[in-house]
């Protein structure tokens, strides 16, 4: 029998209760994979609490998942038994196993473990689209990047400084400061404590930047407008703090601004975006460009437990859950 996080209304961490599941055999163009490890991503607070639209009825969380392909259904030739394989898929991941799309698989390198794989699948190939779609940083842009001791934080810091861009970080607290330092920005602001958007005029010598990473939202998004240079690339994908309410198109007329509003779906949904999105964060990961070095674990019965702490502000790096 499997298991699941199986959450019957939207609600708070509670609402996720450990069940009994069927899992179907896999049917034409599917495949069932056995998970060993599951990351755990804002996205999954999201939908749990219902900010995001829920599927109807019941609903599974967890959007990014690494594992072992048991079996193949008719005309699946891209995944066989045995295939260690990892995905991004917007929910129905906190579970033991799972059928899934194969087309939806990539198959992992030798040299990327299972805990490193479903840590990145949807954190690193969003700031690989973060980084060449959303804005393509050139070498020499400053960027400014919030809660970059988070999941995606320490990873879009990386890549940034593996571009040859500067990175600068918001974190909150000294020891997310120092951990991020650690991680490719080249300086990080306490936004807990300081006012970060004077803090990056001074930090720049008032060039400002070329581009802001904004997911905290409600709290962040009118500082970060603040931050940018003439014709700057406001990039909000997220928001921690609350969604962005009284945002007015004239707020970008100070310097012919841009700003955009991305979701990684829509940027890994052909097969071919997929593959070269993953290809490129695979290689960095191998070429030790970008580490996923910051990975708490936990028993998947404890994912209520992993989304108290992220909703608390109280994680660093990524947390994966394993079956
Ligand atoms: P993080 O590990 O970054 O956790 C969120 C962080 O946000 C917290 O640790 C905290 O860092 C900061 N934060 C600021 N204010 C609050 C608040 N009021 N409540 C809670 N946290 C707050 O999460 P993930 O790496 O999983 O995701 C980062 C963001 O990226 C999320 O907003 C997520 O939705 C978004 N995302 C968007 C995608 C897209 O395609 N649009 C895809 C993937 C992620 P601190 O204490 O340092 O402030």
């Given at each position: 029998m499997d298991m699941a996080l199986v959450a019957?209304?939207?609600?708070?961490?509670?609402?996720?209760e450990w069940s009994a599941v069927e899992t179907a055999a896999p049917g034409p163009g599917e495949a069932l994979v056995r998970h060993t490890a599951i990351g755990v991503n804002f996205i999954d607070v999201y939908h749990r609490s219902g900010l995001y639209p829920w599927p109807e009825g019941r609903m599974i969380p967890g959007a990014e998942a690494a594992g072992v392909v048991e079996a193949v259904g008719p005309g699946v030739d891209t995944v066989r038994p045995g295939d260690r394989v990892a995905y991004v898929l917007k929910?129905?991941?906190?579970?033991t196993r799972r059928v899934v799309p194969a087309d939806r698989l990539v198959r992992l390198p030798d040299a990327i473990p299972d805990t490193v794989a479903a840590s990145v699948m949807l954190k690193g190939l969003t700031a690989q689209y973060l980084v060449t779609s959303s804005y393509a940083v050139q070498p020499g842009d400053t960027v400014l990047v919030h809660a970059a001791a988070g999941g995606v934080g320490l990873l879009l810091g990386q890549w940034l400084r593996a571009i040859g861009a500067r990175a600068i970080g918001t974190a909150g607290g000294p020891a997310k400061v120092a951990l991020a330092l650690q991680h490719g920005y080249s300086d990080v602001i306490d936004y807990t404590a300081t006012d970060f958007a004077p803090e990056v005029a001074r930090l720049t010598r008032g060039a400002l930047c070329a581009a802001v990473y904004d997911s905290v939202g409600r709290d962040t998004w009118r500082g970060s407008l603040a931050c940018l240079k003439r014709f700057g690339m406001f990039v909000n994908f997220g928001q921690s703090s609350g969604m962005i309410e009284d945002?007015?198109?004239?707020?970008?007329a100070r310097g012919s601004l841009s700003a955009n509003r991305p979701m990684l779906f829509d940027y890994v949904d052909a097969r071919e975006d997929l593959e070269r999105r993953a290809a490129d964060l695979f290689a960095r990961l191998e070429r030790g460009e970008?580490?996923?070095?910051v990975v708490a674990t936990r028993p998947l019965s404890e994912a209520a437990e992993a989304h108290a702490a992220l909703e608390g502000r109280r994680t660093t790096g990524t947390t994966v859950l394993i079956p």
């Open positions: 019957r209304r939207p609600g708070g961490p509670e609402v996720m929910f129905g991941a906190y579970r945002f007015k198109l004239s707020d970008l970008v580490r996923a070095d």
